[in-house]
């Protein structure tokens, strides 16, 4: 019988969140080696090859104390690129840039899983969301005697974050510790056509200053594999979706949403515990943007979770107003229709198969 999403109601304290920041299950076995570059795009290998050096640094390889203080107090930011191995890396930390889809989140992961404990992965929301939740000293003492902290889809998109990062990075990179990040848009973009990003260049630049910016190019894998228009499942579908599931949850959208509103974001990944699958009924044009923002967050931790997803209702392409795409979060929507594309792709291939 399958239970409801909205009767869990995660509790945790700052020390078990802080023991969650790590790849989540879809990224659990990535490896460097497992990451395939696509030929026509080199800048995949390239990127990976600067990765694999940067984390070989950690060990004591090619990295110059010197040379990463030097970047800090520099002000801006250097690109990597394939001739980055005909230097030495003095980067304090390194930043890939690309679209969906083209294996940032993989890179990530493998770094992690290949650098020296004690290390950290994370999302930016799941960042911004704890910093809220235990206090900025509190956060940067969590994870300041690390040799690695990975943080994935790093965005800026109101002032608050901004000023947010900054005082983070500031005090965990001063501490020694290394950071990789990913992102949609270069550092001294971040922020564009979200908030007069020319009233924070200082802050920008601080932001950009950390890093060294690695650019990945190539299409979407996931739309490749999955077209866009690609149907919801059927009644009889989603059925037969839900009783091939260990632990499945059955809500409908507006019940799930209503519940997110009830709960501090740092609770979310929790929320999924122990599931196996998550179906979610009556999909239908989300007319307030606040409440399209918690869907997000959600979809992003199904998705990072690896857990099994289906839904009735709209086309993903109808889920969010045009208005959305345009705007301030056009990026966090552009990633959300991508990854529910894969899920709804993977729930219909687990339904055949």
């Not at 399958?2 to 945790?12: A, C, I, N, S």
């Not at 990535?30 to 950690?58: C, G, I, K, M, W």
Request: charged share 25%; glycine share 12%; proline share 6%.
């Amino acid at each position: 019988m399958p239970e409801r999403l909205v009767d869990r109601v995660p509790k945790l304290t700052a020390a078990d969140l802080a023991s969650r920041f790590v790849p989540p299950p879809r990224f659990a076995e990535v490896r460097f080696s497992t990451y395939v570059p696509n030929a026509e795009h080199p800048s995949q290998a390239a990127a990976r090859a600067d990765l694999e050096r940067f984390v070989a640094s950690l060990g004591g390889g090619t990295s110059d104390a010197s040379g990463d203080a030097g970047a800090r107090r520099g002000g801006w930011f250097r690109r990597a690129g394939a001739g980055a191995s005909r230097r030495p890396q003095r980067g304090p930390g390194r930043y890939l840039d690309g679209g969906f889809g083209v294996g940032k989140t993989h890179l990530l992961a493998s770094a992690w899983h290949e650098a020296p404990a004690p290390r950290s992965f994370l999302t930016f929301e799941e960042l911004t969301a704890f910093i809220g939740f235990v206090g900025m000293d509190a956060a940067v003492a969590s994870f300041r005697g690390n040799t690695l902290l990975c943080i994935d889809e790093f965005e800026l998109d109101d002032i608050a974050n901004t000023r947010m990062a900054v005082s983070f990075l500031r005090g965990v990179v001063d501490g020694g510790t290394r950071v990789v990040a990913t992102s949609n848009a270069v550092p001294d973009r971040l922020g564009e056509g979200r908030f007069n990003a020319e009233e924070f260049a200082r802050e920008l630049a601080s932001i950009a200053s950390h890093f060294e910016v690695v650019r990945i190019d190539g299409p979407d894998y996931r739309a490749a594999a999955h077209p866009p228009d690609l149907p919801l499942l059927e009644p009889g579908e989603l059925e037969a979706f839900a009783r091939g599931a260990s632990a499945v949850t059955v809500d409908p959208l507006d019940d799930v949403v209503g519940h997110l509103r009830s709960l501090h974001p740092v609770h979310y990944g929790a929320l999924l515990d122990g599931l196996d699958a998550i179906v979610v009924t009556g999909l239908a044009p989300i007319e307030r943007q606040d409440e399209a923002l918690l869907l997000v967050q959600l979809v992003d931790e199904i998705y990072d979770a690896g857990i099994g997803f289906a839904a009735t209702g709209c086309a993903v392409g109808d889920l969010f107003p045009p208005s959305y795409r345009r705007g301030t979060y056009r990026k966090k929507y552009g990633r959300c229709e991508s990854r529910l594309v894969a899920m709804l792709g993977e729930a219909r291939g687990r339904v055949a198969g």
